[in-house]
């Protein structure tokens, strides 16, 4: 298969993380025999710098033409704090999402098995949890009109859904529910919210084309207690932009490090995937940035092209890495290990590399290759 990937590695940890992403996709190309090109575009607060916006229209252009966005990071710590600054690095990626129509955020949690006693969770809430959470991406609190008065003293920002925008991502979710175990809770504010009581209305309704799916309702008050204290109820989480966004990072606890989270972004004709995390500007340039979420969402695009054995591959050679404890000091604060050993892993088992196989953790040290 060939593919046409823009790369936007953006700000912070960014381009480190994506590039262990590629190496992945590299590997799977050879190994496989698909031919994956990449292009590169700027993106967030390094396309303010460079080209005066944060998202060029040289960017968008190329996202629009290519099958699929691979997406690092975007932010930046001057950004956060001039909160009277008119052009924001979150700007190009909110444009993006509605230009690309990215309705829908996927993002799947299944704590690795090795993993388990980093949650800061107890072993017995941790293990056996699967869940995934459908977030609507294009509509709602982050896209409504926002006004604030001219002595800057009240301001407002509109919270609108239509049903169509609704529905949409509804669909997605109830379909997912039918090939996993068959449940889809919708999280909501329906009690004190008008647009949550309209999400209520139309899922009930779609829910009945789907009688072998049970729907059940949670508050996200309660929603946020419950992922922490019985995660292993939930299946399918279907929610609006604003509750999505708290919510699945919330729901990263559970793994023990926002790290190891992927996710994608889906529209009618373009996809999207990024890591969970953000920018973590305070990393930048150390080589200690975890770069599982990255490669996880490039396996990601990989099962969105029907590509699963190579997905399945790549999966493999993270539970390997974190078999062998070659991860980043996020998951072993003794680690010698950083982003790029840890990427070079990765991609060194899709390789099938034998010298993997007698890999030996005490003799190899950060810098070193020996593991290629």
């Given at each position: 298969?060939?593919?046409?990937?823009?790369?936007?590695?953006?700000?912070?940890?960014?381009?480190?993380?994506?590039?262990?992403?590629?190496?992945?996709?590299?590997?799977?190309?050879?190994?496989?025999?698909?031919?994956?090109?990449?292009?590169?575009?700027?993106?967030?607060?390094?396309?303010?710098?460079?080209?005066?916006?944060?998202?060029?229209?040289?960017?968008?252009?190329?996202?629009?033409?290519?099958?699929?966005?691979?997406?690092?990071?975007?932010?930046?710590?001057?950004?956060?704090?001039?909160?009277?600054?008119?052009?924001?690095?979150?700007?190009?990626?909110?444009?993006?999402?509605?230009?690309?129509?990215?309705?829908?955020?996927?993002?799947?949690?299944?704590?690795?098995?090795?993993?388990?006693?980093?949650?800061?969770?107890?072993?017995?809430?941790?293990?056996?949890?699967?869940?995934?959470?459908?977030?609507?991406?294009?509509?709602?609190l982050y896209f409504g009109e926002k006004k604030i008065n001219e002595s800057g003293t009240i301001a407002?920002?509109?919270?609108?859904?239509?049903?169509?925008?609704?529905?949409?991502?509804?669909?997605?979710?109830?379909?997912?529910?039918?090939?996993?175990?068959?449940?889809?809770?919708?999280?909501?504010?329906?009690?004190?919210?008008?647009?949550?009581?309209?999400?209520?209305?139309?899922?009930?309704?779609?829910?009945?084309?789907?009688?072998?799916?049970?729907?059940?309702?949670?508050?996200?008050?309660?929603?946020?207690?419950?992922?922490?204290?019985?995660?292993?109820?939930?299946?399918?989480?279907?929610?609006?932009?604003?509750?999505?966004?708290?919510?699945?990072?919330?729901?990263?606890?559970?793994?023990?490090?926002?790290?190891?989270?992927?996710?994608?972004?889906?529209?009618?004709?373009?996809?999207?995937?990024?890591?969970?995390?953000?920018?973590?500007?305070?990393?930048?340039?150390?080589?200690?940035?975890?770069?599982?979420?990255?490669?996880?969402?490039?396996?990601?695009?990989?099962?969105?092209?029907?590509?699963?054995?190579?997905?399945k591959k790549v999966y493999e050679g993270v539970e390997k890495a974190i078999e062998y404890n070659v991860?980043?000091?996020?998951?072993?604060?003794?680690?010698?290990?950083?982003?790029?050993?840890?990427?070079?892993?990765?991609?060194?088992?899709?390789?099938?590399?034998?010298?993997?196989m007698y890999f030996n953790n005490d003799n190899v040290h950060l810098g070193q290759s020996t593991i290629?």
């Amino acid at each position: 298969m060939n593919l046409k990937i823009a790369v936007l590695s953006g700000d912070g940890v960014g381009p480190e993380v994506i590039l262990q992403a590629k190496k992945a996709l590299y590997a799977v190309g050879v190994v496989y025999e698909h031919d994956f090109i990449f292009e590169d575009a700027l993106v967030g607060a390094i396309a303010i710098d460079k080209a005066g916006s944060p998202l060029p229209e040289q960017t968008l252009n190329l996202c629009l033409n290519t099958d699929a966005v691979l997406l690092g990071a975007i932010g930046d710590p001057k950004y956060d704090t001039d909160s009277n600054a008119k052009v924001r690095p979150e700007q190009g990626l909110l444009r993006l999402r509605k230009e690309l129509g990215l309705y829908a955020n996927i993002r799947p949690l299944k704590p690795f098995k090795s993993l388990v006693d980093v949650s800061p969770l107890k072993r017995e809430i941790v293990e056996g949890v699967d869940f995934i959470i459908y977030r609507e991406l294009t509509a709602g609190l982050y896209f409504g009109e926002k006004k604030i008065n001219e002595s800057g003293t009240i301001a407002s920002d509109l919270c609108e859904y239509t049903e169509g925008e609704i529905s949409k991502i509804a669909h997605l979710a109830f379909k997912s529910a039918q090939n996993r175990r068959k449940k889809v809770t919708l999280v909501d504010m329906a009690n004190v919210l008008e647009t949550s009581r309209l999400w209520r209305n139309v899922v009930k309704k779609i829910g009945a084309d789907y009688p072998d799916v049970t729907l059940d309702f949670l508050y996200a008050d309660n929603a946020a207690k419950q992922i922490i204290s019985n995660p292993k109820q939930f299946d399918v989480i279907l929610t609006e932009n604003l509750f999505g966004d708290i919510l699945s990072d919330e729901a990263s606890v559970i793994t023990g490090s926002i790290g190891v989270l992927p996710s994608a972004s889906l529209g009618e004709k373009n996809a999207l995937f990024e890591p969970v995390h953000g920018s973590y500007p305070h990393a930048k340039g150390r080589n200690i940035a975890n770069p599982f979420a990255a490669i996880l969402s490039a396996a990601m695009l990989l099962e969105h092209f029907g590509l699963n054995e190579e997905a399945k591959k790549v999966y493999e050679g993270v539970e390997k890495a974190i078999e062998y404890n070659v991860v980043t000091i996020d998951l072993n604060p003794d680690s010698k290990f950083g982003t790029n050993e840890v990427g070079e892993f990765v991609s060194n088992f899709i390789l099938n590399k034998d010298d993997l196989m007698y890999f030996n953790n005490d003799n190899v040290h950060l810098g070193q290759s020996t593991i290629v």
